[in-house]
């Protein structure tokens, strides 16, 4: 059975995964998230990620938003060796080092810091905004009083991997909109498997079901195959 690490932004609360976790689990997997939300650095953040991945026993991660940056770390240090970006950072397949954050957005949250630490995530932008990637205004209103204020030396941080970190790794892209569009570029030039669901950045939030299928279809089929054929074998109304 598949021990599956859902991988939260350093930037969002890791309530914000739960539906997808909860449902995983619904779909026979093994599953946990980690959301390393009080870390100042890229470095922290990488360890943290990579000790939930050990301490889990993961074999697979899913990888939201700017956890993405941190997938060859993950794989380097782990088990894990199949991945799901799902409206992620893809960290350049060629190595080297980058910003964790890219330059024009990292630009703009330094602008809105106040004492060294930046607007929670949900402030980043106008509330009627924010507000549409949520399901309900209920949700939006749990996940902004829980969301971090993080460190702005976060920003700063640069990570590195080797050329090839993804050679072992077997990886797929899942897209909820635009957002990332050059990275599910990147995912589809590498010859992963990309699939778009119109769903908006949070799109595990408003509708964790189908991005849990996404996932099951193009990392996981045999464990999907396995789910549709325990599912029609169950008598209605058991």
């Known amino acids: 059975m598949a021990r599956v690490l859902v991988m939260g932004s350093v930037f969002l609360p890791g309530i ?38 050990r301490r889990f026993g993961a074999t697979t991660a899913i990888a939201h938003s700017n956890a993405g940056n941190f997938v060859p770390a993950v794989g380097a240090g782990s088990s894990v060796r199949r991945v799901a970006f799902i409206d992620a950072m893809v960290p350049p397949l060629t190595g ?8 024009q957005m990292r630009e703009s949250l330094v602008q809105r810091a106040a004492h060294g630490v930046l607007p929670p995530w949900t402030q980043w932008w106008q509330e009627e905004d924010v507000v549409a990637l949520f399901p309900n205004h209920e949700t939006y209103a749990r996940v902004d009083a829980s969301t971090p204020s993080v460190d702005t030396s976060y920003l700063s941080s640069r990570i590195s991997a080797p050329a090839g970190w993804s050679a072992d790794l077997d990886c797929s892209y899942v897209a909820f909109g635009q957002t990332y569009a050059d990275a599910a570029d990147l995912a589809a030039s590498a010859g992963w498997p990309v699939q778009m669901l119109d769903l908006g950045h949070l799109g595990m939030l408003q509708n964790p079901e189908m991005v849990a299928d996404a996932v099951l279809t193009s990392l996981l089929p045999k464990a999907r195959q396995r ?12």
């Open 227 to 238: 789910h549709s054929a325990q599912r029609e074998a169950t008598p209605s109304g058991a």
């Open 16 to 53: 914000v995964m739960d539906p997808l976790v909860c449902v995983l689990r619904e779909r026979g997997m093994t599953a946990e998230r980690v959301a390393p939300t009080q870390v100042t650095t890229a470095a922290r953040a990488a360890q943290a990620y990579v000790a939930a991945a």
């Open 96 to 103: 080297g080092t980058w910003s964790v954050v890219p330059g």
